[in-house]
Every structure is written in structure tokens, then in C-alpha cells.
């Protein structure tokens, strides 16, 4: 009874070493899996932000230039204002400096 006891027991050490390995083995696949996938994920998170940062800046420089031309019109149309009628636009300028001081008087 004791030799069956015997073989019993080396029979569960063996199997527990076995599982031990297969468990070891299980792991370290997982780990590999969880590394690629990590690795998958963070190339298409790149992928994704490098064609948004070139999205992004064809629309920053499609703004800028609106920005631009716009600006430049309005430039013109200040300066042809002052060829044409000089000293209204010096009143107005005037006024509007006085308002300006008044309103920035007022909140003091």
C-alpha cells in the first residue's frame, strides 16, 4: 500500500511539475501577445497623429493666408479711406482715442 501511496504522490509531483512549466509557458506567450499588440497599437496611434498633424497644418495654413488677404484688404482699404477724405479720417481717429480714454478711465 505504501508503493501505490509512493507512486501516487511522485505521479502528483510530476503532474504539478508539468503544469508548473505548461503555466510558465502559458505566460510567457501571454506577455508576448500583450507586448505585440502593444506595440501594433501604439504604430497606429502614430500612423493616426501623423495624418492629423497633416490635416492640421493644411488647415492652419489655408487659415493663415485668409488671415493674410484679408488683413492686406483691409490695409488698402484704410489707406485709400486717407488719400480720399484725410481729415474726416483724422476725426475719426481722434474720437475714437477719446473713447477709448474714456471708457479705460472709467474702470480704474
Known amino acids: 500500500m505504501t508503493t501505490k501511496l509512493e507512486k501516487d504522490v511522485e505521479s502528483l509531483r510530476k503532474d504539478i511539475e508539468k503544469l508548473r512549466s505548461d503555466l510558465g509557458i ?10 505585440e499588440k502593444v506595440i501594433e497599437t501604439k504604430d497606429r496611434l502614430k500612423a493616426a497623429v501623423e495624418g492629423f498633424e497633416g490635416t492640421a497644418l493644411k488647415h492652419v495654413e489655408h487659415a493663415n493666408e485668409v488671415i493674410h488677404d484679408e488683413g492686406e484688404r483691409a490695409i488698402q482699404a484704410s489707406r485709400e479711406m486717407v488719400v480720399r477724405r484725410p481729415i474726416t479720417t483724422v476725426v475719426v481717429s481722434f474720437a475714437a482715442g477719446l473713447m477709448a480714454a474714456l471708457l479705460l478711465e472709467r474702470r480704474r
Request: no cysteine; glycine share 20%.
Open 26 to 35: 502559458a505566460l510567457s506567450d501571454v506577455g508576448t501577445l500583450g507586448q
